[in-house]
C-alpha cells in the first residue's frame, strides 16, 4: 500500500537570528504558498508532525463492532446463549507463535481466531503474518514490545507513532487492522486509538493471567506439566463459567500451548459457551 508520493521538506526556524527582517518571513511564506508549498509543523524531538494523518491515513469502516470509547472485555448477550471468543496475543518469539496457531488450526474443530501482533514481529515475518491473516482476523498489539508499564506512559505523538507503525506492517501485506489489544490503556492511550478509529479490545481472563499472584511457585511452577494444565483450566473456567467472554493466550508463555488442546476440548465439549469470532462476540 502505498500512502503518499515523495516529499521535500526543506527546514525554517522563524525565531533563529538571521539577515531576515519579520516582514520578509512572511512574505517567503505568501511566497511559497502562492506556488502550493504551505508550510507544515515538525518537531522530530517530539515526534509531533501535522501532517502525519494525511500521509498516514488508514480508513476503518463505520460498521465494525467494537468500542472506540472503551476497551471491549466480553462479548454481548445473545438471549440465553454465552459466547467465547478466543484471541492470541502473538509475542515477538515467532517459534512459540507458530507452534501454538499452528496447533490450534489443526484442533478437529475450527477456531475462529483473532491474532494481535506487534508491527515489528509484521516486518521479521512477513509471510508468516500474511499465510495468517488468509485463515484469521489480525489485529495489532503496538509496533514494538516495550518493557512492561513503560509504552502507556508515552507522550501522544509517540504512542500515534508506535501504533500507525504496526498499521503500516500491516497494510503492507494487504490487511486494514480494526482492532487494537494494546499493551497498557489510559486515558492518553484511549485517545490516540479513537483518532484512528480503531476498536480497543482488552480480555476477560487472560494466560497467563496478568494479576501478580495468581501464578507462583508454590500454587502452579513447581508441579509437573500434568499437573499444572487443570490448574490452568480452573482460572479460565473462574473467569468465564457463568458469563462466557474474550479468552486471550499469550503465545510467549510456553504454558499456553501446552494447555492449549485441553483447554478447546473443555470449551468445546463441557463448557456451556459457543466458541464465535470476536466479532461475533461484539454483535
Known amino acids: 500500500m502505498r500512502f503518499s508520493q515523495y516529499r521535500f521538506y526543506g527546514e525554517f526556524h522563524d525565531w533563529a537570528p538571521t539577515q531576515y527582517s519579520q516582514h520578509q518571513k512572511d512574505k517567503l511564506r505568501d511566497d511559497l504558498h502562492a506556488v502550493g508549498a504551505d508550510q507544515v509543523t515538525w518537531a522530530g524531538e517530539y515526534k509531533s508532525f501535522s501532517d502525519f494523518d494525511i500521509m498516514l491515513n488508514i480508513k476503518i469502516p ?41 496447533t490450534l488450526e489443526a484442533y478437529p474443530q475450527k477456531i475462529p481466531l483473532t491474532l494481535f501482533v506487534y508491527g515489528d514481529f509484521v516486518e521479521q515475518n512477513f509471510d508468516l503474518v500474511k499465510r495468517w491473516s488468509e485463515s484469521h482476523e489480525i489485529g495489532i498489539r503496538a509496533g514494538s514490545r516495550w518493557p512492561g508499564g513503560y ?24 490487511v486494514t487492522s480494526a482492532y487494537i489489544f494494546p499493551r497498557g490503556l489510559n486515558e492518553e492511550v484511549i485517545q490516540v486509538i479513537k ?40 482460572i479460565v473456567d473462574d473467569a468465564t463459567s457463568n458469563k462466557g467472554g474474550i479468552l486471550s ?11 492449549s488442546v485441553f483447554l478447546f476440548d473443555y470449551l468445546f465439549q463441557v463448557s456451556p459457551h459457543k466458541i464465535v469470532s470476536l466479532t461475533d462476540c461484539l454483535s
Not at 482488552?202 to 511457585?217: A, E, M, N
Open 249 to 259: 493466550l499469550d503465545s510467549d508463555f510456553p504454558d499456553s500451548y501446552m494447555i
Open 62 to 102: 463505520d460498521n465494525i463492532p467494537g468500542s472506540v470509547f472503551k476497551a471491549s472485555d466480553s462479548c454481548k448477550v445473545d438471549g440465553t446463549t454465552t459466547k467465547l471468543a478466543a484471541v492470541i496475543e502473538v509475542g515477538m518469539n515467532a517459534k512459540r507463535a507458530k507452534r501454538l496457531i499452528s
Open 151 to 174: 509504552w502507556e506512559i508515552q507522550n501522544k505523538d509517540m504512542l500515534r507513532m508506535d501504533v500507525v507503525s504496526a498499521q503500516v506492517r500491516l497494510a503492507e501485506i494487504g
Open 195 to 234: 483518532q484512528r478509529q480503531q476498536r480497543i479490545i482488552d480480555s476477560t481472563i487472560t494466560f497467563p493471567p496478568r494479576k501478580v499472584g495468581i501464578l507462583t511457585k508454590e500454587s502452579y511452577f513447581k508441579y509437573r506439566d500434568v499437573e499444572r494444565i487443570p490448574k490452568a483450566l480452573r
